[in-house]
C-alpha cells in the first residue's frame, strides 16, 4: 500500500524559503519508473502542478515557477523534497505529494496534504 | 504556456449522466487524466491516459480525448459524485491542471 504525508512550516514570511517534505512508503525511488510530483491548491482556486522527479534523478518543473523551486530526493530515507525561494503571499496554498509512475502519466495516490500560509 | 480550458459548472439529475470537457490546442497529443477533489479531502485520480480507470473506481466514470478536447462522462450520477472535478494534461516536459470543474448533483 502506497502512502505519501507531507510536512514542513504551517507559516512563513514573505521572502522566505519554504521546504517541504514528502515522506512516503510502499514504493523506492529506486525502483525503475517510480516517481513523485507537487500539487499545490490556493485556497478556492485550481490545482498548480510544481515539480517531478523519478527514480533516475530526471527532475521537471512547471515552466513559470522554475527558477524558485529546487526537488530533491533521499532514497534511504523515502523522501522529497521541495524548496521554494522568495516565497509570496500568493504562494499561500495546500501543497500536497503525489505519487507517480512513468508512462502513466497521472498521480495515482496522493498524500494529504500540508497548509502553507505566507504572511506578509 | 500551455493551457486548459473547463467549464466553471455542470450540473445533473441523479440518474442522468454527466459530461465534464476539457478543451486545449491539440489535447489528444497529449496523455489527459481526471481528478475528483472533495471538500476537505486529497484528490483522487478517477481516469488516467484519457480512458483507463484506476483499480476501485466505478465503471460508470468513462473518458475520452480526440483533437482539442478531452471529455469525463459520469453515467447514472450519483450523489455522492458531486465534487470538483480538475482535468489534466500531461506533456514530456510539463504537467497542466484546469481550472476545474464543480459537478453539481440535483
Known amino acids: 500500500q502506497i502512502t505519501l504525508k507531507e510536512s514542513g512550516p504551517t507559516l512563513v514570511k514573505n521572502t522566505q524559503t519554504l521546504t517541504l517534505t514528502c515522506t512516503f512508503s510502499?514504493?523506492?525511488?529506486?525502483?525503475?519508473?517510480?516517481?513523485v510530483g507537487w500539487i499545490r491548491q490556493p485556497p478556492g482556486r485550481a490545482l498548480e502542478w510544481l515539480a517531478l522527479?523519478?527514480?533516475?534523478?530526471?527532475?521537471r518543473y512547471s515552466p513559470s515557477l522554475k527558477t524558485r523551486f529546487t526537488i530533491t530526493k533521499d532514497t534511504s530515507k523515502k523522501q522529497v523534497v521541495l524548496a521554494m525561494t522568495n516565497m509570496d503571499p500568493v504562494d499561500t496554498a495546500t501543497y500536497y505529494c503525489?505519487?507517480?509512475?512513468?508512462?502513466?502519466?497521472?498521480?495515482?495516490?496522493w498524500g494529504q496534504g500540508t497548509m502553507v500560509t505566507v504572511s506578509s | 504556456s500551455y493551457e486548459v480550458t473547463q467549464p466553471p459548472s455542470v450540473s445533473v439529475s441523479p440518474g442522468q449522466t454527466a459530461t465534464i470537457t476539457c478543451s486545449g490546442d491539440k489535447l489528444e497529443d497529449k496523455n489527459v487524466g481526471w481528478y475528483q477533489l472533495k471538500p476537505g479531502q486529497s484528490p483522487v485520480l478517477v481516469l488516467y491516459q484519457d480512458n483507463k480507470r484506476p483499480s476501485g473506481i466505478p465503471e460508470r466514470f468513462s473518458g475520452s480525448n480526440s483533437g482539442n478536447t478531452a471529455t469525463l462522462t459520469i453515467s447514472g450520477t450519483q450523489a455522492m459524485d458531486e465534487a470538483d472535478y480538475y482535468c489534466q494534461a500531461w506533456g514530456f516536459n510539463n504537467v497542466v491542471f484546469g481550472g476545474g470543474t464543480k459537478l453539481t448533483v440535483l
Open positions: 503525489a505519487h507517480t509512475n512513468w508512462g502513466s502519466a497521472a498521480f495515482d495516490i
Open positions: 510502499g514504493f523506492s525511488l529506486t525502483t525503475s519508473g517510480e516517481g
Open positions: 522527479i523519478y527514480w533516475n534523478d530526471d527532475k
